[in-house]
């Protein structure tokens, strides 16, 4: 007796392994109020998180409902001083030069960079759902004849080479080894153009990964890298770090606000702080130009 095989119908999804299948599904289910209720303050919807002091007076508000926008609000500014702060280490740029968003999420940063530069922006995400909430967003916006997402792999985008001036991760690093993501962006770049990433690594210093790292793992499904990884890719790929600023400092004051949003709190917060305060887990921003 024979027995058909069990089939499916799934959407389709650019992948090189069964891992990145996975990634996929993840984000094509997500739907975390962290990521959506802070993107609906301006439509500029961030898949990663904020640098910089916060203001803690919002948690003082007296009236619930009040007290919840608020630290909503602090949040989302938290986190796009961060896509600034990535955006500004871009340029200069024009209006006619292209930039590449690597894992674009919902789509935010493509939207950021455009704002500054007026450039024309491609963002990637291996998530369906992700690209075409993203291009529902740019057509929302009007500006969809400049900034384009699309349903790829940023490990094998087939874009063409040499057409980008500048492109980045933030945040999506974790889910793709090293070399393979920087030999496309390298691929991608003209001579001289910029690549920027933003992302929490651990420490080699403080040895191999600590529990916390294995637990944020564990939570997002990814594999953190070594610090030291990031940059023995990048030199074997003809990236050249121009500039590398620790955030793990900058990075504090959002998690101790998130830990303390009733409606936004996933569970995670404790560990990012315990271990950016134990030395584990750092937060960098690197911009490397392609020789």
Known sequence: MTIAPHTRTTT????????????????????????????????????????????????????????????????????????????????????????????????????????????????????AKQAEFAGAQARKRGIDDKVRYHHRNMLDTGFPSGAFAASWNNESTMYVELDLLFAEHARLLRRGGRYVVITGCYNDTYGQASREVSLINAHYICDIHPRSAYFRALARNRLVPVHVEDLTEAAIPYWELRKEADHLVTGIEDTFLTAYRNGSFQYLLIAADRV
């Open 12 to 127: 389709a999804v650019p992948t090189q392994s069964t891992y990145q299948n996975r990634v996929a599904e993840y984000w094509n289910a997500e739907e975390n109020p962290v990521n959506l209720e802070l993107g609906k303050i301006d439509d500029l919807y961030h898949h990663h998180y904020g640098v910089g002091q916060a203001d803690r007076s919002v948690l003082d508000e007296p009236d619930p409902d009040r007290r919840r926008a608020r630290v909503t609000a602090e949040l989302h500014r938290l986190e796009h001083a961060q896509a600034e702060l990535l955006a500004a280490h871009l340029g200069p740029l024009s209006p006619t030069d292209r930039v590449f968003d690597a894992g674009c999420g919902r789509g935010g940063g493509s939207v950021v960079a455009h704002l500054r530069y007026g450039c024309h922006a491609d963002g990637v995400t291996i998530s």
